[in-house]
């Protein structure tokens, strides 16, 4: 009888194997392998054609000194520092404009979150091809509705405006995602909570200030992590719209991490940049895990 | 409750639709410009959306760029990163969630791992890691590291677990092999979470933009998002061919996403939840 249940047992450890071994074998090459090959090459002098020399701390100490690994991370920062909030209180806006009672109900939530669903370069073009002088969108609607002809924001170029453009673009694009966060939050607040405030005499401000907003703080410190992290990652609409610039004023750290890997043939280097903001990235997923446990109890 | 057409609501309302409209004004704008006669003046906005229109510029792009080809790349990689992604994530899932082995619950946590893995801090360890595998700039490379992702495991390791034990209890006494159960009982019973893993997989592969970057050298092998910002320095001056080709690259996505919006909204939920 044991021996059979025994012998089942090994069977199903077989059958186990077999199915978990192609994932594991992706999501180990590809996924975990790659973790551990970044600290190997971060303590190596290391080329496209492989290693060269170990090199010890050297990549990191270079790091600690380096103007631009600081002003990149500086920029990426100041990106997160922006572009987080508006995001958060766009996508609650929306969220609760989406959540009324409406005919238009449906079209609302499919507009708000359509920009999702498109590429990071078709949002860059759109972006360029939107803001240019003379014959973009945005400025010949400006000139449309009456602005002087003399009237010409540089949205890409002035290292100011461009700020504005990049974060203002990339809330449009990915605000969306956290909509959605936000209207299943809001669909799991019991009605009955509502109809005690009418009886009660609340007005539907009070009850947005002291009901709505107040039962969905787990929802905003999930979406406030999770865009932190998004932002923090953030490389492709700036690579394509700005290039970085003017200068370096926009250069992200990603990109930074790219050059030096791909243009300055630095791979070491690189890898070393890349821990700084694994570790970043780190920190911050296992704050959220943390947050996260701690609301679901 | 009633409903009273009160001021306040009329002002929501408005705002509602001003802001729906906002948002979707870029796109209907990339549209109205790929319906445009090429060398078009426009002397104001309103002129953008007025007629008249041509749908030449699509065959015009099929025929004169490397669009084909590049939608061609964009095509085959994103159905083939969802077939893989859900047969290796559900078989893997199957395994954690329903057979009784020993290591199961260490697995799973190494899986649960790669939930704290940003790809793009390890991008460039990847590249040293495909290059040393061969496989940058094939269609390889481009597709193994987005089809074992974590995210997909969980969430379909979670679904599966909610499938009663009896169903599977009762297919044993019928004689069924693991497989026979996987591909009969599970899978069948797995519709909705395979639709909502698979139109996230064709997204994210369609819209993949930092690892096709460094992983395609030559033209052959790029996919529309890293193709058509070549096409900008070709064309400075004329919006329309460029234009056109964001279209290409953005109308199937659109499409999928007014068929599936639900199963979308579902999935960013689950995401969320998970997160």
New interface residues.
């Given amino acids: 009888m044991t021996k059979a249940k025994a012998q089942r047992?090994a069977r199903?450890?077989a059958?186990?194997?077999g199915?978990?071994i192609?994932?594991?074998?992706?999501?180990t090459?590809?996924?975990?392998?790659?973790?551990i090959?970044?600290a190997i090459?971060s303590f190596h002098k290391?080329g496209?054609m492989g290693r060269q020399k170990f090199s010890g701390l050297a990549n990191y100490a270079k790091m600690m000194k380096d103007r631009f690994f600081w002003e990149s991370l500086g920029n990426t920062t100041k990106f997160t520092i922006i572009t987080v909030p508006m995001l958060i209180i766009l996508a609650v806006s929306?969220a609760l404009?989406?959540n009324?009672?409406?005919r238009?109900q449906k079209?609302?939530?499919?507009?708000?979150?359509?920009?999702n669903?498109?590429?990071?370069?078709?949002v860059?073009?759109?972006t360029?091809?939107?803001g240019s002088p003379y014959?973009g969108?945005v400025n010949?609607?400006l000139?449309?509705l009456g602005a002087p002809n003399s009237f010409e924001p540089l949205w890409l170029k002035d290292p100011n405006l461009v700020w504005f453009t990049i974060c203002w673009i990339t809330a449009?694009w990915t605000v969306g995602?956290s909509m959605?966060?936000y209207?299943?939050a809001l669909q799991e607040i019991s009605p009955e909570i509502y109809e005690a405030a009418d009886i009660d005499g609340a007005t539907?401000t009070r009850q947005l200030f002291n009901i709505t907003l107040p039962l969905l703080k787990p929802t905003t410190f999930?979406v406030l992590l999770?865009q932190i992290?998004a932002c923090y990652?953030v490389?492709?609409q700036i690579y394509?719209i700005t290039k970085g610039g003017p200068g370096t004023v926009t250069r992200p750290l990603?990109q930074y991490?790219?050059e030096t890997?791909?243009t300055k043939n630095d791979?070491g280097y690189?890898?070393a940049m890349?821990?700084a903001?694994?570790l970043i990235?780190?920190i911050l997923?296992?704050i959220?895990t943390a947050v996260?446990r701690r609301s679901e109890a | 409750m009633k409903?009273k057409t009160s001021p306040?609501k009329i002002i929501?309302?408005v705002?509602?639709?001003i802001?729906?409209?906002t948002?979707?004004t870029?796109?209907i704008?990339?549209l109205a410009v790929s319906l445009k006669y090429e060398g078009m003046q426009?002397s104001?906005?309103?002129q953008?959306f007025a007629p008249p229109y041509t749908l030449n510029n699509y065959p015009d792009i099929i025929r004169g760029t490397s669009v084909p080809y590049w939608l061609f790349n964009s095509l085959f990689l994103a159905v083939l990163s969802v077939l893989m992604t859900l047969?290796?994530?559900s078989?893997?899932a199957?395994?954690?969630a329903k057979?009784?082995?020993?290591g199961?619950g260490a697995?799973y946590m190494?899986?649960l791992?790669?939930?704290?893995?940003?790809?793009?801090?390890?991008?460039?360890?990847?590249?040293?890691?495909?290059?040393g595998?061969n496989l940058i700039d094939s269609y390889g490379g481009m597709l193994?590291?987005g089809?074992?992702?974590?995210m997909n495991?969980i969430i379909m390791i979670t679904f599966f677990k909610g499938i009663p034990d009896e169903l599977i209890e009762a297919a044993h006494i019928d004689g069924a092999g693991?497989?026979n159960i996987?591909f009969n009982v599970i899978l069948p019973l797995s519709k909705t979470v395979l639709v909502t893993v698979g139109i996230f997989s064709f997204?994210g592969s369609?819209?993949n933009?930092?690892w096709p970057l460094?992983c395609a050298m030559s033209e052959g092998m790029y996919t529309?998002?890293?193709g058509?910002?070549t096409l900008?320095s070709t064309y400075t001056t004329d919006?329309v061919i460029?234009?056109t080709a964001?279209m290409v690259?953005?109308l199937p996505?659109?499409i999928?996403?007014?068929i599936f919006?639900k199963q979308?909204?579902q999935g960013?939920?689950l995401s969320?939840i998970k997160?």
Avoid: D
């Fill in positions: 047992q199903e450890t059958t186990a194997f199915f978990l192609p994932f594991t074998l992706f999501y090459v590809f996924t975990i392998w790659p973790v090959q970044g090459v290391w496209i929306l404009l989406a009324r009672k409406s238009l079209m609302y939530r499919v507009c708000y979150y359509m920009p669903v498109l590429s990071v370069s078709v860059s073009f759109l360029i091809y939107m014959m969108f010949g609607l000139h449309t449009w995602f959605m966060l209207l299943s539907k999930l999770l992290i990652k490389f492709g394509m990603i991490i790219y890997a791909f791979f690189a890898a890349s821990y903001l694994f990235l780190v997923s296992v959220q996260q | 409903t306040g929501l309302e705002v509602s639709v802001i729906a409209i948002f979707i870029p796109i704008w990339a426009i104001n906005t309103f953008w047969l290796l994530s078989m893997a199957f395994a954690i057979l009784k082995f020993k199961s697995m190494y899986f791992m790669g939930l704290m893995v940003p790809g793009e801090a390890t991008i460039v360890p990847l590249f040293i890691t495909v290059n595998l193994f590291p089809i074992a992702g974590s495991l693991n497989l996987f997204l369609w819209n933009y930092l460094l529309l998002p890293i058509i910002p900008l919006y460029p234009m964001n690259a953005s996505a659109i999928l996403y007014l919006e979308i909204v960013v939920a969320g997160g």
